[in-house]
């Protein structure tokens, strides 16, 4: 199986909380990040944990890591239209310092 | 701004000819990389660069050769492309804390 899953799609209301998952495998990951691709230009960092955190909040984004579960979550309050964009998750494993990306979740807000 | 800057943002080739994508960071970061993105694939990793002077062979490295020039420029070189190889590229530096990454080449082979 793949490395970082992420399920393709997701669609939410405007004004609605969005959350974004991802699964990794790797134990030893040592940061994992969240990059927003808007269309037509490349990925953005918007966030980052690291491995030895449970949460991290800053302003609407919120990252909550689970590494019993190997799990990362990205949930964006009060959505809005400008949010629509590709997430991807990423992990960077022990060890190395190349990150591993996920196929990404493409978000759609919807009035 | 500091950032990531690729050129050409957008090329067009027939199959069997050459070109060379261009990359330069103002970050001082040692490493340098590029990929490539496909619907439904995600990135892949082509090559990669530790540091001025190495290069490094990625996931998808066939088809396609690096130059670390100097510590800020890395191009990727297409010597005879092919269809196979229409997607778009992107280059990325990198610190502790994350990429940044360019805003990508659209590559056409016809």
């Known amino acids: 199986g793949e490395d970082v899953e992420q399920s393709l799609f997701l669609s939410v209301r405007e004004g609605d909380s969005s959350v974004i998952n991802c699964t990794y495998t790797?134990?030893?990951?040592?940061?994992l990040y969240w990059y927003k691709q808007e269309p037509g230009a490349g990925l953005q960092l918007l966030t980052y944990?690291?491995?030895?955190?449970d949460m991290k909040q800053d302003q609407r984004l919120t990252v909550l890591l689970n590494k019993k579960d190997k799990h990362l979550s990205l949930r964006i309050a009060d959505t809005q239209t400008g949010d629509s964009a590709i997430y991807f998750c990423?992990?960077?494993?022990?060890?190395?310092?190349?990150?591993?990306f996920g196929r990404g979740t493409s978000l759609i807000v919807h009035p | 701004n500091a950032g990531v800057t690729q050129t050409p943002k957008f090329q067009v080739l027939k199959t069997g000819q050459s070109m060379t994508l261009q990359c330069a960071q103002d970050m001082n970061h040692n490493s340098m990389y590029w990929y490539r993105q496909d619907p439904g694939m995600g990135l892949r990793l082509i090559y990669y660069s530790a540091s001025e002077g190495t290069t490094d062979k990625g996931e998808v490295p066939n088809g396609y050769n690096v130059s670390r020039l100097n510590k800020r420029e890395f191009s990727l070189r297409l010597e005879s492309a092919a269809p196979s190889q229409t997607s778009v590229y992107f280059c990325?530096?990198?610190?502790?804390?994350?990429?940044?990454f360019g805003s990508g080449t659209r590559l056409t082979v016809v």
């Open positions: 990325a530096s990198t610190s502790e804390e994350g990429y940044t």
């Open positions: 944990i690291f491995s030895n955190m």
């Open positions: 790797d134990s030893s990951s040592t940061y």
């Open positions: 990423a992990e960077r494993k022990g060890g190395s310092y190349i990150p591993t």
